[in-house]
């Protein structure tokens, strides 16, 4: 099975610009979840994809979107850039699950933003 | 959101020795995973764990799920460089997962 796929894995943006970022889960996956790195912080959910449907939701201000397509595949949008936003964004892929199925959630590589 | 308390923070070790982390949660998970993170990538799974009490291997990882069900710990045995990265706990409940800190590994040659 291929991995999570993330596309751009760079992108360089200036401030007020809005950015779109792609992830494609493992197949069979229907969860996508989006996660915000930056050095000191550790892992901050941003939001979570399921069905296409918005399932859970992290404290991040409405600048930070997200939609989910019948093929699982999922886009992130940032709009009006900050400074601050510049991290490594990544997308996890599971079943999306609960109960007795083993769910297990996997990374891509990431999308490195960087806001001028 | 959920927190998950990893520890330590950072570890400097020398090449050949073992390490120990563990990561405790005030509340019960059903499935505890382990991942390594190299700069600029995205975290690895190392290992999942599905069954408090559960061992399990991967090579000279090994970790556990904790008995009550709020706890787990990863060991690496016989350190080597390639070892360095950070390592994130994650505990899951339902279909959310929460992420630990994470414990930064330098392995001294």
């Known amino acids: 099975k291929a991995g999570v796929t993330q596309t751009p894995r760079y992108l360089i943006k200036t401030r007020g610009q809005q950015v779109t970022l792609s992830c494609s889960p493992i197949?069979?996956?229907?969860?996508v979840s989006w996660y915000q790195q930056t050095p000191g912080q550790g892992l901050q959910f941003l939001f979570e994809?399921?069905?296409?449907?918005?399932?859970n939701k992290g404290n991040f201000p409405g600048r930070f979107s997200g939609r989910q397509f019948s093929n699982s595949r999922s886009e992130m949008n940032v709009s009006t850039l900050e400074l601050g936003d510049s991290a490594l964004y990544l997308c996890?892929?599971?079943?999306?699950?609960?109960?007795?199925?083993?769910?297990?959630?996997?990374f891509g590589p990431g999308t490195r933003l960087t806001v001028l | 959101g959920q927190q998950l308390n990893q520890s330590p923070q950072s570890m400097f070790i020398q090449e050949g020795e073992d390490v120990s982390m563990n990561c405790t949660s005030s509340?019960?998970?059903?499935?505890w995973l382990w991942y390594k993170q190299d700069p600029g990538e995205g975290p690895v799974l190392l290992i999942a764990?599905?069954?408090?009490?559960e061992l399990t291997s991967n090579g000279r990882l090994t970790a556990q799920f904790g008995i009550t069900r709020k706890d787990s710990f990863l060991n690496i045995s016989a350190s080597i460089p390639s070892d360095v990265g950070i390592y994130f706990c994650?505990?899951?409940?339902?279909?959310?997962?929460?992420f630990g800190t994470g414990t930064s590994l330098t392995v001294i040659p």
């Open positions: 996890a892929s599971s079943s999306g699950t609960s109960g007795r199925v083993r769910d297990t959630q996997y």
């Open positions: 197949s069979g996956h229907r969860s």
């Open positions: 994809y399921f069905s296409e449907t918005q399932r």
């Open positions: 509340s019960i998970f059903n499935t």
């Open positions: 764990l599905y069954k408090a009490g």
């Open positions: 994650a505990g899951r409940t339902g279909n959310q997962f929460y």
